[in-house]
């Protein structure tokens, strides 16, 4: 795929002038996140909250109060990515890009994406069918209750993939070296058994499990989106689910301690 070797430069330019396309496939080799902005008020809440789940929300980078770029994403955080959602009262509304809309007491947390470990599936022989189909990938909203922080708590969500029977293990043991993108899943099989409809996908595109395949679902980042919705916290900017923030951070790389960027001059 041609932006399978774009740079996350490069593909940060494309967004900010127009292409709005899910970012499975893109920057093969670099770590893709999604974008939690919440007020000040809130931010410590959700820093809590996000330790306390790791594998849903595990932390690449936070930003200081109205920052707009971070240690690992030094793009601009209104434009740069392929697709938002702005949180009003719990409702929320898609936009293109959200220059308008980002106020100078909103906190920005990166936090990592299953996205960034396919190239390591596929180099391992285990085939990725929403980016076979050119889809996004498939979100549900599970059973599966999160620890809560303060004013912030709500469900998992979990991307899936359906992955052939023999080569299960094989995926969990990819997946595993990558903690800072949800590392390995945390259900196999058995959707029932965290509430979920294969058929009626809560985000991103419907794919279809075919027989002598396990459907395998890793803890997704758009947790925070689901608990800002439930926890009532009146205002937050995020990505649209499965558009992602692609950084300056090599996939394979640990992203050290998240800290807090300098504040725009």
Request: aromatic share 8%.
């Amino acid at each position: 795929m041609e932006v399978a070797r774009l740079t996350p430069a490069q593909a940060r330019a494309r967004f900010r002038h127009g292409e709005k396309v899910p970012t499975a496939g893109w920057c093969a080799g670099w770590t893709q996140a999604n974008l939690i902005a919440v007020p000040e008020e809130y931010a410590g809440d959700l820093e809590r909250f996000a330790r306390l789940n790791p594998a849903a929300c595990p932390l690449v980078d936070v930003g200081e109060p109205g920052a707009h770029s971070t240690r690992w994403f030094p793009g601009d955080l209104r434009t740069d990515l392929p697709g938002y959602r702005v949180y009003r009262e719990g409702v929320a509304q898609e936009h293109a890009e959200v220059t308008g809309q980002w106020r100078e007491d909103l906190v920005p947390f990166l936090i990592g994406c299953t996205f960034t470990f396919e190239e390591a599936l596929l180099a391992a022989g285990v085939p990725v069918r929403h980016l076979e189909l050119g889809r996004n990938v498939t979100m549900f909203v599970t059973s599966i209750v999160c620890e809560p922080a303060g004013r912030i708590s709500g469900p998992m969500v979990v991307s899936m993939r359906p992955i052939p029977d023999h080569l299960v293990p094989a995926a969990i043991e990819v997946s595993r070296r990558f903690p800072h993108a949800h590392g390995e899943p945390v259900h196999v099989g058995s959707p029932e058994e965290i509430a979920i409809n294969l058929d009626k996908p809560d985000f991103g595109d419907f794919v279809e499990v075919r027989p002598g395949e396990t459907p395998v679902f890793w803890a997704c980042g758009v947790t925070p989106q689901v608990a800002i919705m439930v926890s009532g916290v009146p205002y937050a900017i995020a990505h649209l689910p499965g558009h992602m923030a692609i950084t300056d951070l090599s996939a394979d790389r640990p992203p050290g301690e998240a800290r807090r960027a300098a504040r725009p001059l």
